[in-house]
C-alpha cells in the first residue's frame, strides 16, 4: 500500500512519498468532460521515480479491479513534444497504444497538435524532472540535475532542428558544402556556411552535419543527391579521393552543370590544358599504383572494400578530364586570398537563380 503524506501541493491533490521521490496524484476533468487522474513524480534518481510511479500505477489498477469494475478506464502518457511540454492541454496518448507501436520497433509517433515526432521510449519512460524544494535538489546532485537539464535542452533542440529541417527541405532552401578539409578551402567553406546559415539556409556541411560513428559515404551520397551544391575547387579538392567521389556522386545523380555552384581558388590552373593533363596523370598513377597492390594478393576475392577503392579509383580515373573539362567551361567564381566579394556573388546566384537557369522555391 502507498503511504500518504501530510504535505499537499498549491495546486492541491493528495501527495504520496518514498524516501526522496515524491508522487503528486490529482483527479480534474478535461476538455471532453473526461475524469482524469494525473500522476507527477518528482526528485531522486530517474530509475526510483520511475519505479514509484510504476507501483503507484499498479495500485490505481488494483482498486480499480476490486471496487470498481463497472468503470472502463485507460492509461494515458502526455505529450513531451516542444508545443506540449508546458501546456495545461497537452495531447495524450494510450498507453497500449505505445506499448504496440514500441512492440514493432517503431521510435515515433506524431503529436495531433504540433505535428511533432515524438520519441516513444520517452513518453512511456517519461516522470517530471521536478523538485519540490531545496533539500530535494540537495538529494538529487547538482551535478545530475544539471546533466538532466542539459538533456532536456539538447532533446528541445534537436526536435526543434529537425521540424526546421524538414521545413527548409521542402521549400528548396538546402545547400551542401563540398570542399578540401583544409587550408585556404576550409576557411571559404567557413565562411560560406555562415553567411547562408545567418540567413536561414539549410546549409550542410560534414564537420557540422556528420556526426560521431556516421557513415563519410553516406554523408557524401547525400550531397551527390543534394539540390544544390557549392564546390570549393582547389588543387588539394582535385587531388583528394574523398572530395572527388563527392563530385562523382554528384554527376551520377544528374544535372550536374545546373545543380553544382562552383568557386575556383588560383592554386588549380584548370583554365590550362597542360595543368588539366596532370590531374589526369595524377589519378592515372594512383589508380595503376592501387591495381599493382591489389595483384600483389593471392586471393583478393573476398575483400569487398578492397574492390570498392579499386573501382572508385578507376571511377574518378575516367570522370576527371570530364569533371575539369565541365568546370573550365562553365563561367567560376573566382576567389582570391582576403577577398570576400565572392560571397555576395555567390549569394546572388543562389537567391536569383542566375547560375545556367538554376532556381530555389521559396
Known sequence: MLKKEDAVFEKGGEVFKKQVVTALITS?????????????????????????????????????KMSFTDIRFSEMAPCVCSGCIDSDAPHYYKYEVLENHRAKNRETV?????????????????????????????????DELQGRIRKAEKAHRLAIEEKWQEKNEKSGREIFISYANEGESKVIADEIYNRFNGMGFNIKMDKVDLKY??????????IGKGRYVVVVISDKYLKSKYCMYEMLEVQNNGDAHERIFPLVLDDTGIMDDIIRMDYILYWQNKFEKF???YEEIK??????SVHQNLDQ??????A???TTG??????????????????????????????HGAHLNY
Open 320 to 322: 576527371i578530364d570530364k
Open 213 to 222: 560513428k556516421e557513415s563519410i559515404s553516406e554523408f557524401m551520397k547525400k
Open 299 to 304: 586471393e583478393p576475392t573476398d575483400l569487398s
Open 110 to 142: 506524431i503529436c495531433d497538435i504540433t505535428s511533432e515526432d515524438v520519441n516513444i521510449i520517452a513518453l512511456m519512460d517519461a516522470v517530471s524532472d521536478k523538485v519540490s524544494n531545496e533539500e530535494e535538489i540537495y538529494e538529487l546532485g547538482f
Open 291 to 293: 591495381k599493382a597492390k
Open 28 to 64: 480534474k476533468e478535461n476538455r471532453d468532460g473526461l475524469k482524469v487522474i494525473d500522476i507527477d513524480v518528482y526528485a531522486g534518481m530517474a530509475s526510483r521515480r520511475k519505479e514509484f510511479l510504476t507501483e503507484i500505477r499498479a495500485e490505481i489498477k488494483r482498486i480499480h
Open 326 to 355: 565541365m568546370l573550365r567551361d562553365m563561367k567560376t567564381i573566382l576567389v582570391k586570398k582576403e577577398d570576400s566579394s565572392y560571397l555576395d556573388e555567390l549569394v546572388r546566384a543562389i537567391e536569383l537563380g542566375a547560375s
Open 313 to 318: 579509383y578507376s571511377d574518378i580515373r575516367r
